[in-house]
């Protein structure tokens, strides 16, 4: 079998025994990327030369006898947003398109000790802004399953890479949905842990109190493998959770005995796609055969979700993106195209006797902001802004801000009060499978709608994993969103690791 | 009534904290490295870089606040202000908006000449925040642009606003010179205004009647003061300025935008300045990069307890205990923890308290001065001043002589004995007193006749001589014996 | 509660550093105005006595010891800058500085 079919879980094994090489396995998912990428379109960047020279570096300490990380050999695709200083880390914006980051985020840094080999960047919405990854400033991405669709986003790129064999890991980052949701959409298995859970210092930023990074992965044991490489305190993260990683790769073979599970009552309403509806409900039903109880449960404030989300994390953009003012690093407007505007409409004034217009003239800083910024950004980031920027000024704080950080709490109470009487939450990630390319660019609100399953993990801090479990009639995957209370990956993980062995929706591939 | 108006001053002082590492990143804090070779990726503000709180940072601002009788809240978190200044690379500033690590606290202030009656001027909050970079102005090839350094970005800054108690530019310099003297007692920052650790923004208006009613002129923002005297120059003539213009245009509060104006010290004006943001409108927001920090009442009281004496509570006491004059007092509470300390030592040896803060207050202070050095550096222990005062007292060497004295101890290291023996000073017996004023007298009529003619000082002329025969003589001996024999010719 | 004015849009535009076309400043005025008429609902939610979440852990007291650590090198600090003279970052010259 290609080496590019098999999983994480199964290469390590090849090569821990020997009879695979680590050049093997880079040179085989390199010439798959060579043949698969300009069509899909997932990675930004391929470092071939450099990610081989590791390969064979790993290889060489082996056959020495060293001792090795977890993940030593393995290949794995790292999202655009996390910093790495071995190259440019671009977030799919031309505002870092040329930025060199001088640190590793702690995420990288991470793979980068556990052996792994990072074989190339991958696409994704701008800033992480998005649920198609049409957003990227650079390329479109395809959804390996039907490439006149989108993979989703924001890690657009990172889901597709895997479905289509160029890596059999990719590590994403989960602010609305933009882990869970392009898994479901592409077909793989794709978790945001507890908030807190992974360090996110080198994670550029885009919402603070929700972003999280987390595994992208073809199966459920692989995904345990990189979240317990990834995770742990961080000293440069004072967000991070100062608790031991428990082993989940060690820990998901024991299924769960008398699980609980609850499915949301306010999740099948209008909006949610029948085939989607009717996947889900099947899969709920292999729980039941598993041994599970399945309860109704209700989140009452969950038709908020999206809304508290449209409030918070515009705001908290607003303010991380405020830095990028072409200053310091990252994209600066042309300066003598600059003053050449500056002195046409001043010209423009003069001849008019327009006074007023004089004296509310940009000034040559201001005017370079405003410059550099609008050239840097696309338009939904620039959107993001915006609204984040109204949120938050003055007169407008309490009425928005202070009242969704309130609602946050809400839909918070609403899943503590569940997690009483269920273990874990089951339900439908997105409300239809892949969507067509250009299908919702000119309704921000309906793109935003998508996230309306998603959000709700990200606003209450909780982990999340989606599986596939179905295909429509149109051949597009279908995911299975489980949702556990803080802390409880191992729960989260055991519970879809019970699910996958009991069905075979992970071992197709799209053709 | 002296003035037309009432000066109401109220008056914003940046400190920078004495840690070693900036408040949210391991940089070195020193002053006056090479331009941005004191940054790292979370001070410059790069993508996906994380602050964390400096520990020291928060204990040297909780100490301050506590010393400054604040009320310490529960818990307190961190805000982000948001502008843009070349010199702020992240696009906000960490601050502290609604719910600061202190607030409503007090500083007493009392002039020492008299200018004013002593006050308890308020605070109305003290709150942890990191400073800014610098930008400095570069022309090259007629271009003209800023250079930034981001060295400065993210030092720890304590912000404290006094309430607008301060009704002079006098006591306005009173204020800044006791809250400097508090913060070096309380070892948390080293106050230099040249060096930018104490900065100082005041804003002032004044209160006014015009036809029986009281009215208000619009308030001013001052900066760019670089000390303490400009802080009082500046304020003086805003203060005459404001009413000048108020003459003219009778403008009020809340009829103009509140205006800045940066000091000129050359010019001795200040000037309208550009606000660096046209609406200040910072839309705040907590930082959801830092969590909230939680302070017991354990804790703070704990702190409360370990302040050690404070200056005001030590002038207090040397006034009332050690019956110094307000004035000397003063002096050697200003010089700080160590010279004080010094003076105690000095005057629980000795028991004579005057005496020993004359000599510390003159003496021992003007050899630092003129040494360039600390007291713990100056080679004279409190022990040799302390025998140097007994010895004086015991009457083994004329009050006139203790100098000379005194310079050989220190000049030479020389014991009070051996200076003593160096010098030749003898304890003139009294009979060899009598015996010399009788001489004089004998020898001086003129003298005699003015002292029994009432004139009591002419015996001062008899002092000087008898200094001259032997320089070992007690000038008050000298002047009693002298009148003595005089009353009896 | 909004009826967004276009005018308020540049005033936001302002704020936010962002220089917008007429054409976009049109769209966002009709794109914002959909988002917030969509996140208004927020208000009919009752919030009295609820506390504001702004973080989604609970922790407290995360603090760093006061320790000088390395600093970048002058020359890595500034590779990214946009104009620099080899010193300090440049930028336009605002008058008053």
């Known amino acids: 079998m290609s080496l590019t079919k098999l999983s994480a879980h199964e290469l390590k094994q090849l090569l821990e025994t020997g009879q695979v090489s680590s050049v093997e396995v880079t040179q085989a998912l390199l010439d798959r990327i060579r043949s698969a990428n300009d069509s899909l379109g997932a990675f930004l960047h391929v470092d071939a030369e450099g990610t081989l020279a590791r390969a064979a570096d790993i290889d060489r300490r082996r056959q020495a006898g060293d001792l090795l990380g977890p993940l030593a050999g393995l290949p794995v695709a790292v999202k655009d947003v996390l910093c790495d200083q071995d190259g440019p880390t671009t977030c799919a914006s031309q505002m870092l398109e040329s930025f060199r980051p001088p640190y590793d985020a702690t995420v990288v840094a991470r793979l980068k000790e556990a052996d792994a080999i990072l074989i190339g960047r991958t696409n994704m919405d701008e800033f992480a802004m998005g649920g198609s990854t049409e957003n990227s400033a650079f390329q479109v991405t395809r959804n390996p399953w039907d490439r006149s669709r989108t993979p989703g986003g924001s890690s657009g790129g990172a889901a597709a890479c895997v479905a289509a064999d160029m890596a059999p890991l990719s590590v994403g980052t989960d602010t609305g949905g933009s882990i869970r949701q392009p898994a479901g959409l592409c077909g793989v298995v794709g978790m945001k842990p507890t908030y807190g859970r992974v360090s996110r210092y080198g994670l550029v930023a885009f919402a603070s109190s929700l972003d999280q990074a987390g595994p992208l992965t073809r199966t459920t044991r692989d995904a345990a493998l990189l979240l317990e490489t990834i995770a742990g305190h961080d000293p440069r993260d004072a967000t991070s959770l100062d608790l031991p990683v428990p082993s989940y790769s060690r820990s998901i073979e024991q299924p769960l005995h008398g699980l609980r599970l609850g499915i949301v009552r306010e999740h099948f309403a209008a909006g949610l796609d029948e085939q989607v509806e009717s996947a889900v409900r099947q899969a709920v039903e292999v729980y039941r055969s598993l041994g599970a109880t399945i309860q109704e449960i209700s989140l009452p404030h969950s038709k908020y979700a999206v809304a508290t989300y449209y409030v918070i994390a515009p705001s908290e953009a607003s303010s991380n993106l405020a830095r990028y003012d072409g200053v310091h690093y990252g994209h600066r407007t042309d300066e003598t195209k600059l003053q050449a505007e500056l002195r046409s409409e001043r010209q423009q004034y003069q001849a008019a006797g327009n006074q007023r217009g004089l004296g509310q003239l940009d000034n040559s800083l201001v005017r370079m902001y405003r410059r550099s910024r609008a050239e840097g950004f696309g338009p939904e980031v620039k959107r993001r802004i915006m609204l984040g920027t109204y949120v938050l000024s003055a007169g407008y704080y309490d009425a928005y801000y202070l009242k969704a950080l309130k609602v946050r709490r809400l839909i918070r109470q609403d899943f503590d009060a569940a997690f009483e009487k269920v273990d874990l939450i089951a339900g439908p990630v997105t409300p239809t499978a892949a969507f067509k390319l250009g299908e919702m660019v000119d309704d921000p609100l309906a793109m935003y709608l998508v996230d309306l399953y998603t959000v709700s993990a990200n606003l209450a801090g909780l982990p999340s994993i989606s599986l596939p479990c179905g295909f429509s009639r149109e051949g597009l995957p279908i995911g299975l969103q489980l949702q556990a209370a803080p802390l409880q990956e191992e729960r989260l993980l055991r519970g879809a690791h019970m699910f996958e062995q009991a069905t075979e929706w992970h071992t197709r591939r799209p053709d | 009534m002296s003035d037309p108006y009432t000066t109401v001053i109220g008056l914003e002082v940046h400190v920078q904290l004495a840690t070693r590492s900036k408040l949210f990143c391991g940089c070195s804090t020193q002053f006056g490295a090479e331009p941005n070779t004191q940054t790292c990726p979370v001070c410059i503000g790069m993508p996906g870089t994380l602050p964390v709180l400096n520990r020291r940072a928060y204990e040297l601002a909780l100490k301050t606040a506590i010393a400054l009788n604040c009320n310490i809240p529960e818990t307190t978190k961190w805000d982000c202000k948001q502008y843009y200044y070349p010199d702020l690379p992240k696009g906000y500033q960490i601050s502290q908006y609604d719910l600061p690590m202190s607030a409503d606290g007090f500083l007493d202030i009392s002039d020492p000449q008299g200018q004013f009656e002593p006050q308890r001027i308020g605070i109305i909050r003290a709150h942890l925040e990191e400073d800014a970079g610098k930008s400095i102005h570069d022309e090259v090839a007629g271009r003209a642009d800023s250079e930034i350094d981001l060295n400065r970005t993210g030092t720890p800054l304590l912000e404290i606003v006094s309430q607008p108690d301060l009704r002079s530019p006098a006591a306005s310099r009173v204020f800044l010179q006791e809250l400097k003297l508090l913060l070096s007692y309380l070892e948390v920052s080293d106050c230099n205004m040249q060096e930018g650790s104490l900065r100082v923004d005041a804003n002032i208006n004044l209160h006014l009647e015009a036809d029986g009613q009281r009215l208000a002129t619009p308030i001013v923002e001052i900066k760019n003061m670089n000390s303490f005297r400009a802080v009082q120059r500046a304020l003086e003539y805003e203060a005459s300025r404001q009413y000048r213009a108020w003459q003219e245009t009778g403008q009020q509060l809340g009829q103009a935008p509140k205006q800045t104006r940066g000091w000129d010290e050359a010019a001795g004006i200040t000037r309208p300045q550009r606000s660096k943001e046209e609406s200040s409108d910072y839309r705040y927001l907590p930082d959801p990069d830092l969590v909230p920090v939680a302070t017991s009442r354990e804790q703070v009281e704990q702190i409360r307890q370990s302040l050690g004496e404070l200056p005001a509570t030590l002038r207090t006491r040397l006034i009332e205990e050690d019956h110094l004059k307000p004035y000397d007092a003063g002096v050697l509470v200003n010089q700080g923890r160590a010279l004080v300390d010094y003076y105690r030592a000095v005057v629980t040896k000795c028991k004579q308290a005057k005496i020993a803060a004359n000599w510390v207050t003159q003496d021992i202070l003007r050899e630092l001065k003129e040494r360039d050095l600390t007291i713990a550096q100056l080679p004279f222990s409190a022990d040799r001043l302390a025998e140097l005062i007994g010895a004086l007292q015991q009457g083994l060497l004329p009050s006139t002589r203790a100098h000379e004295v005194f310079a050989l101890m220190l000049g030479d290291n020389l014991t009070l004995t051996e200076a003593i023996g160096r010098l030749d000073i003898e304890q003139v017996d009294d009979s060899a007193l009598i015996a010399l004023c009788q001489e004089l007298i004998d020898s001086n009529p003129k003298v005699v006749a003015d002292v029994q003619g009432g004139k009591q000082q002419a015996i001062g002329a008899l002092i000087g001589q008898a200094r001259k025969k032997n320089p070992n003589v007690d000038p008050g001996r000298v002047r009693t014996i002298c009148l003595e024999l005089a009353g009896k010719c | ?97």
């Open chain 3, 1 to 97: 509660m909004t009826a967004l004015s276009r005018d308020e849009v540049e005033k936001v535009a302002l704020l936010a550093r962002l220089q917008l076309t007429e054409t976009e400043l049109d769209t966002m005025t009709v794109q914002m105005g959909q988002i917030l008429e969509y996140v208004d609902q927020l208000a009919e939610v009752d919030t009295t006595q609820v506390e504001p979440m702004a973080h989604a852990v609970e922790l407290w007291n995360v603090l760093a010891t006061d320790e000088v650590l390395p600093s970048l090198p002058r020359d890595r600090a500034l590779l990214n800058a946009p104009r620099d003279n080899g010193r300090g970052y440049l930028v336009p010259a605002v008058l008053g500085d």
